[in-house]
């Protein structure tokens, strides 16, 4: 079961198909809209919290900042999982490729005018999911649907960088509370 961050809220969780394979993504912008196209977002009554797109089967990239912290596991290692191995055992090894909140933006793999040659490498046996957290503001129903689109290079180019997202908390550590 997902944690909800809006008590109000719906959670959804698909498996996506349809995706380019063994391809090197640039761009990607995703949203939830309505059955008539229009964007469902707060002018409409409806809020996407955050969706949350992962590559399942694939290790995430290590960060380029190693964040040391007294007392805690260093960051690099939690994602690779030696860290918490307690709490590696329920996550599976993944990449997160895009997490997002209502705002709609385009998430680039590669810089503005494509000097640099990067992007987001997905294998040909890659498995992606997505998680959608939506409010709805009103006491009616509302049907929403989410879409994903994205520019890509079929194959990998030699010399592209691999590239994917990584969070740093502002505070410089990870910190967090089990059981709390």
């Known amino acids: 079961m997902s944690q909800k961050f809006d008590k109000g809220s719906d959670m959804y969780n698909l498996i996506l198909s349809g995706m380019c394979k063994d391809c090197v993504i640039l761009s990607a912008k995703t949203q939830m809209a309505h059955k008539d196209l229009s964007p469902a977002e707060i002018g409409s009554g409806v809020y996407t919290h955050h ?36 709490m590696a055992k329920f996550l599976p090894k993944a990449s997160v ?3 997002i909140g209502g705002d709609g933006r385009d998430v680039l793999f590669t810089s503005k005018d494509r000097s640099v040659q990067s992007g987001y490498h997905l294998g040909s046996k890659d498995r992606m999911v997505a998680q959608a957290e939506v409010i709805n503001y009103d006491a009616i129903d509302k049907e929403v649907y989410f879409s994903l689109d994205y520019e890509y290079l079929q194959g990998r180019p030699a010399g592209t960088l691999d590239v994917s997202l990584s969070a740093i908390d502002i505070s410089g550590c ?6 709390k």
């Open 97 to 99: 490729f895009m997490a």
């Open 174 to 179: 990870f910190k967090f509370a089990l059981g």
């Open 51 to 86: 969706i949350i797109m992962t590559d399942l089967g694939r290790p995430q990239i290590p960060s380029p900042v190693n964040i040391n912290c007294p007392g805690l596991p260093r960051m690099d290692s939690c994602i690779a999982g030696k860290g918490m191995p307690a």
